[in-house]
């Protein structure tokens, strides 16, 4: 089967031959063509030089992202191009962003580092390369994980919030795998603000809400929301018309919600005033009273009694943190990472002790 694409497409397609430049496509546009879908998403997986493709590319078309971690975004009209090369990744630091990253030309090792399979079907000049049954899961309409399902999710739990999306579109999900995303809910608290808004948008968006049914428990006690009014969303078509349904009108503020209603103790607690601030916490704990029936209030006033901890607390220079790590794109992680273990009394708050504990992380 060959996919047809619009000139402009054809045109960068060209261009990547003509300056020799190895990429296949690979996830959405591929899953939405082959179930009649439209996407103005195209991903492709590069493994020719990420050099000479980012030169080349360069004096061709406006480009509006470029990283060290060879990643290049910039679009053709409506269309969003992204190219990343091939890898290998391991070690996730924040349940996001992956600690090692290794690049390679062979396919079926990227492959690996995809979430779902119909999201892992390569494509050029007219072929198709699956390395994990993703055209059969296409056809079947069946969503399945790659690799085991609990050690994807810890990895990054934004893939809990996407297997739920997915399955919106009539995907079928294996009873085991529901059950992990309902006994594994908790993990979405890691996600950040930005993650969490950006995906939960997509599922409010979606037409076949009903299929949330499966979920009401996680919907209702994590996301404050009735499941009955979630599933009359398919009513309204606008996102701020979605929103204003359901009383969403400060979504920062959803977020921060969502966060009390999981954490219970000490720790978690003294995490929240060290994300968002001892004002907004209290804020958020007047408001419901049922988030103090389980002695928040009181375990927030015993943290302000006796002193909290705070980014201005961390007795080591950042640049230090550079210069241990050699990643100055991470020292954001790196110093939640050491004020989280100092919170839990794991750490030492003393700048020996801090770098002998990167010393042992790197």
Known sequence: MKIEFETKINELLNYFHSNNIEAYLVGGFIRDYLTNKTCYDLDFCLVSSYKEALDALKSKYRLEHIDEYGCIKFKIGEYDIEITHARKEREYLDYRHPYVIEFTSDLSIDCLRRDFTINALYYKDGEFYDFCGAMEDIKSKTLRVIGDTLTRFKEDPLRILRMIRFSCYDFDIS?????????????LKELSETSFNKEFDKILMLNNLYIINEYKDLFENYFD??????????????????????????????????????????????????????????????????????????????????????????????????????????????????????????????????????????
């Open 225 to 362: 929301i009735k499941i009955k009014k979630l599933i009359n969303l398919n009513k309204l078509t606008s996102l701020e018309e979605k929103k204003t349904f359901l009383g969403i009108k400060n979504k920062s503020n959803l977020y921060k919600y969502r966060d009390l209603k999981l954490y219970k103790d000490k720790f978690e607690i003294n995490k929240l005033i060290y994300k968002y601030g001892d004002t907004v916490i209290k804020e958020l704990l007047s408001y419901d009273d049922k988030l103090n029936e389980r002695g928040l209030m009181s375990i927030y006033n015993d943290i302000i009694l006796n002193g909290y901890y705070s980014k201005k607390d961390l007795k080591i220079n950042p640049n230090k943190i550079i210069e241990l790590t050699n990643k100055k794109e991470l020292t954001s992680y790196y110093i939640d990472m050491i004020s989280y273990e100092i919170m839990k009394g794991n750490l030492i708050n003393e700048e020996k002790e801090i770098i002998k504990f990167l010393e042992r992380l790197i």
């Open 175 to 187: 009873i085991n795998d529901k059950q992990i995303i309902k006994d594994n809910a908790y993990l």
